[in-house]
């Protein structure tokens, strides 16, 4: 008996933020929640700011202009938060 499985579409479809969260759906259907302490630009800005982000990187990437922020899904889905400022 096979399984058919679908293919992983880890393209952004939607952004969401709260005060402590980021939460991340994709196309899938899935959808990544991660804790806004791990990216301190978002963290630390506005909520204007927060909410004013773009798609980019064929789908893969989001981009919050105002702070110069830039996050992927593929570091999302392996749990990477920022590096930490030396």
Do not use: F
Request: glycine share 10%; net charge negative.
């Amino acid at each position: 008996m096979g399984i058919l499985a679908l293919a992983a579409d880890e393209r952004v479809k939607n952004v969401c933020l709260s005060d402590d969260t980021l939460g991340v759906d994709l196309m899938d259907g899935r959808t990544i929640t991660v804790p806004l302490a791990w990216y301190p630009r978002l963290l630390n800005a506005t909520s204007v700011q927060r909410n004013n982000w773009q798609i980019c990187g064929a789908g893969y990437g989001i981009h919050w202009p105002e702070i110069d922020e830039d996050l992927n899904t593929e570091g999302l889905l392996r749990g990477s938060p920022a590096p930490h400022s030396m």
